[in-house]
């Protein structure tokens, strides 16, 4: 059975980091398939990063997070990661792990940054 389970997420302080993991099972993902999403309360989920959408070999990364984060996953293609540096307020919200070639979805790990 294909699953993503996050792990990762947590409270920090504005400026702090955190590296978001995302386990695949039951299959291995294409070479230029994930990405992370993010969706805050009340707000539309955004697209914070992805190698789906990235051209040629550089990731996709939204504006409201270039040069804080970085997307990259293992040879193996079982697991991704979003590392996430300069954390703002802004940036808490639940996020997910995403197959974006089958449609497969996580069930989310959630980040919270105080000020």
């Known amino acids: 059975q294909e699953q993503l389970v996050e792990s990762g997420g947590g409270s920090v302080q504005t400026g702090g980091s955190l590296t978001l993991s995302c386990s695949v099972s039951g299959y291995r993902f294409g070479v230029r398939c994930m990405g992370w999403f993010r969706q805050a309360p009340g707000k539309e989920r955004e697209e914070v990063a992805s190698?789906?959408?990235?051209?040629?070999?550089?990731?996709y990364y939204a504006d409201s997070v270039k040069g804080r984060f970085t997307i990259s996953q293992d040879n193996a293609r079982t697991s991704l990661s979003l590392q996430m540096n300069s954390l703002k307020p802004e940036d808490t919200a639940m996020y997910y792990c995403?197959?974006?070639?089958?449609?497969?979805w996580g069930q989310g790990t959630q980040v919270t940054v105080s000020s």
């Open positions: 190698l789906f959408r990235g051209a040629g070999v550089s990731p």
């Open positions: 995403v197959d974006q070639c089958r449609t497969y």
